[in-house]
C-alpha cells in the first residue's frame, strides 16, 4: 500500500520518487503500480479543483429510492454513459449508493442556480418511479477536504463566522 500513499500523496510524482519513497526498484513499483491499474483497484487520477475559482457551484443532491432494481441500474448507467449531465451543463463529482436514511448521495457542481435547479428537476422527472420521496438538493459553501486533499485555504472557514454587529 505504499505505492497507493505516494499516488494520493501526489499522482504526478515521477516513478523514481515513487521508488525512492518506498525504498523500491523502479521497475518493481512500476509493476505494482501496473498491477493495481489493471485490477481497478486505481482505476482513475483527478486534479482537486475548486469549483468557486472557475465560477461554479457545488450541490448535493440524496434521495430514499424504492427497492433497487434492473430497471434503475439501466437507466443510471444509460444515462451515465451517454454523459446527460454534462450535457445539461452539470458536472458530476460523485455518486455513492448508500445505506443510511438516504440511499443515494450525488455530488455535483453547476455555474449557476438555475442550471442546478433544472437539472434537479430533470432527475425529479426521469427517475420519479424510484424515488419515495422528492430528493433533497443543498449547495455547498466550503470544502475542507476534497478527493482525500486537505483545502489549501482551511481558513477561509472563518468566513462564514456571522459578523456580530451592535446596533
Not at 497507493?4 to 521508488?19: F, H, R, W, Y
Not at 430514499?64 to 458536472?91: C, N, Y
Request: charged residues 25%; glycine residues 4%.
Amino acid at each position: 500500500m505504499d505505492i497507493v500513499n505516494c499516488l494520493l500523496e501526489d499522482p504526478t510524482q515521477g516513478m523514481s520518487k515513487i521508488a525512492e519513497k518506498t525504498k523500491m526498484h523502479r521497475r518493481t513499483a512500476w509493476q505494482i503500480q501496473n498491477d493495481l491499474e489493471k485490477d481497478t483497484t486505481i482505476w482513475g487520477y483527478t486534479a482537486v479543483i475548486d469549483e468557486q475559482k472557475i465560477d461554479r457551484a457545488i450541490y448535493v443532491l440524496q434521495f430514499q429510492a424504492k427497492p433497487f432494481s434492473k430497471d434503475f441500474a439501466d437507466l443510471i448507467l444509460h444515462r451515465l454513459t451517454l454523459g446527460e449531465p454534462m450535457k445539461a451543463g452539470v458536472r458530476i463529482l460523485d455518486i455513492y449508493f448508500m445505506n443510511g436514511p438516504y440511499d443515494v448521495f450525488i455530488k455535483f457542481s453547476a455555474p449557476d442556480h438555475a442550471t442546478a435547479r433544472r437539472y434537479y428537476e430533470t432527475l425529479r422527472s426521469v427517475y420519479k418511479d424510484y424515488f419515495l420521496e422528492a430528493p433533497l438538493v443543498s449547495d455547498v459553501n466550503f470544502s475542507l477536504v476534497q478527493g482525500g486533499k486537505l483545502n489549501p485555504e482551511l481558513k477561509k472557514i472563518y468566513d462564514l463566522v456571522p459578523k456580530i454587529t451592535a446596533e
